[in-house]
């Protein structure tokens, strides 16, 4: 009914979030900036881009889905704009509970989803960074 | 149907991925994660539908224009999407 909406909701969170982070990397980047860069597990990637990353996740799957329920008439161009909020305290009782069944365990497997994209691809960077370091001990 | 639609899209767009990989002004990585995000929203779907004890894949006219306005949605914010980081990096060149 509104499922989407949770996670559209969630990208929001994390678009706020990714800015505040890149400030925060940009303002340390700066009082840093002659210091050597220490390499560390995950910091090749900085979480302003894997934020951005769980923020196009959560759009692109709120967009489609959008698409979809606007298709089956259960968002209208006009208000409500939820045709469940139209229809009585009951069918606001089963929009919520899907939102909060449905629409949290999207929320949750997008969100797991990231994780393990993030964790590989850093594990990846890792092992590439230090083979390149034992050939330059050489 | 829509959901086996994104599916298979987000097959191709990982294969597409794959062999340009190389050609980030694409941003094929975005159009796979578009349709994968919707692919595993669509799952969970499926799942409870299934758990509510009703037919989790329907093959109705309706379907069919869902998976058609799926494939043009994730082909168009893919489109808006590439265009502005695009743009975003001529900029940070310029500068």
């Known amino acids: 009914m509104a499922c989407f909406l949770v996670s559209a909701t969630a990208a929001i969170g994390v678009g706020i979030a990714k800015y505040a982070v890149k400030h925060h990397e940009n303002k340390f980047a700066l009082a840093h900036r002659d210091e050597p860069k220490e390499y560390k597990f995950g910091s090749e990637v900085k979480w302003s881009k894997k934020l951005s990353y769980l923020e196009m996740t959560l759009w692109g799957g709120s967009f489609l889905l959008a698409i979809e329920h606007i298709l089956h008439e259960e968002v209208v161009p006009y208000p409500p704009f939820l045709t469940a909020a139209g229809e009585g305290a009951d069918a606001v009782n089963e929009m919520l509970t899907e939102m909060g069944t449905v629409g949290l365990a999207m929320l949750g497997v997008l969100v797991a989803a990231w994780a393990i994209g993030v964790v590989i691809v850093d594990a990846v960077k890792y092992r590439k960074h230090k083979a390149k370091a034992a050939l330059e001990a050489k | ?95």
């Open chain 2, 1 to 95: 149907m829509y959901f086996i639609t994104a599916l298979v899209c987000t097959a191709i767009a990982a294969t597409l991925w794959f062999f340009f990989r190389d050609r980030k002004a694409l941003h094929l990585d975005f159009l796979t994660i578009i349709y994968g995000a919707a692919t595993l929203m669509w799952t969970i779907d499926v799942i409870f539908t299934a758990a509510e004890g009703e037919a989790p894949l329907t093959f109705e006219p309706l379907d069919g224009q869902i998976a058609l306005w799926t494939v043009l949605g994730g082909l168009f914010l893919w489109m808006i999407i590439s265009f502005i980081f695009n743009h975003k990096d001529k900029t940070v060149e310029a500068k």
